[in-house]
């Protein structure tokens, strides 16, 4: 780690309620490229070469994944409201039989789908959905909180490989968040195409008690590197032959089931201030919980890619179990098709081949933990507990800047108010 000088200037929509990411106009409108947000002075580089695997005499297991539970779910529901339902329930696998030629997909997709529905604090959805389904868990000990695309990131720039990126990271007690950084809330993919959005539309759909929904988030929580980690990611799906009523995790909920007090009285604080000139088309808007849906065990869990048949020969599972490991997804679902007709679908069990790819990526995945650690020690010890991470695309190294442009906290000041007690 090295001080440097003043830096450079799914949308888904068959059967009941299924829901579209697609900008729509108005307080959602979409854009499809937008300045990036300024960078602040550089205060300290890693080197890649300068990461260390971990010392011989820590944990044997400081490079793997251990105590691996699922904590909590929520899904975002349609509308202009910004409202979510805790802990809602993942879109269920029902495969068509005449495999129906598919539409290429059409339309505008977000970038970070969290932050276009509340972009003042997209981490706030995950850390309220926690207080509202298990209020007494102890967030304020755990020591990491982040995404599949922020830890994604920084595990693969320990591998030596990524692409360009950029988080924002806040301490708040002891409690490090890494926070995604796009040019804009609202910014989309340029030049969609594919069926990697009709496919699941077509294929998976929404039970009734969560109709109107467009995306499942999941939560889980584990050991690495030393350190207890809250990472979200969202779920494409789950496999109901897995999910029996004896082993749903919890029981349904529905709209009456009450809210803890404590946790309802920090959802009512909690309002979106008014933005900067730079994003007034933001409106200020409160986020609105509600409890319904049901638990699904993440046994039951799938992530999903589609494929041209052209491909077959692709190791594209290879390709994905880094992102399965980070999200601890158990089930695989590959998708081929032939002008969007899908006739070869693959449904696989992965649990094997990412522990396999674990032990085979234990001397990058010592250098991922070693980086974590290093990024947390800093930020904790830095004045303000702010900072940001920027990577650029050919560069073997990691800027730690001071935050440039228009920053928020991470949380409102009602949550975040937590780790002061």
Known sequence: MSPQGRGRGRGRGRGRGRGQWRGRG?????????????????????????????????????????????????????????????????????????????????G?????????????????????????????????SVDIIGCNSTMG????????????????????????????????????????????????????????????????????????????????????????????????EGHPVTPKDSIDPEALLSIEKVTISGYPSAITEMAPEQLDIARQGRRIPQCAVFDLKTRSRAKKGSDIIEEELPRLWISRTPNFILAHHTAGRFKHIQVRD??????????????ALGKFASLLQMIVEFARSADNGKLEIEHEEGEQVLNLREQGGVVHGVLSPAVASKWDM
Not at 122 to 134: C, G, K, R, S
């Open 26 to 106: 108005g307080v959602y409108a979409a854009q499809t490229s937008s300045p990036a947000p300024p960078l602040g002075d550089i205060i300290v580089t890693i080197y890649h070469n300068e990461i260390e695997s971990p010392a011989p005499d820590q944990d044997e297991d400081i490079s793997r994944i251990t105590n691996s539970q699922y904590l909590t779910s929520y899904n975002w529901l349609g509308g202009k409201k910004r409202k979510i339902i805790v802990p809602g329930e993942p879109p269920k696998w029902t495969p068509l039989s005449d495999s129906p030629a598919l539409p290429q997909d059409r």
């Open 108 to 140: 505008d997709y977000y970038r970070d789908r969290n932050a276009a529905r509340y972009p003042t604090y997209p981490l706030e959805p995950m850390v309220q959905a926690i207080l509202t389904d298990n209020p007494e868990f102890p967030i304020t």
């Open 153 to 248: 990131n920084l595990r693969r720039f320990a591998s030596g490989q990524g692409k360009p990126f950029r988080m924002l990271v806040e301490v708040l007690g002891k409690t490090v968040f890494f926070i995604r950084r796009e040019n804009s809330p609202t910014e989309v993919f340029p030049d969609i195409h594919g069926y990697g959005h009709t496919f699941p539309e077509a294929y998976t759909t929404w039970n009734a008690s969560v109709g109107g929904s467009l995306s499942h988030q999941r939560v889980m929580k584990y050991d690495f590197a030393g350190m207890q980690c809250l990472v979200r990611f969202e779920g494409d799906g789950f496999l109901p032959d897995l999910v029996l009523d004896t082993e749903t």
């Open 350 to 363: 992965v649990r094997d081949d990412v522990k396999q790819w674990e032990e085979t990526q234990q001397p």
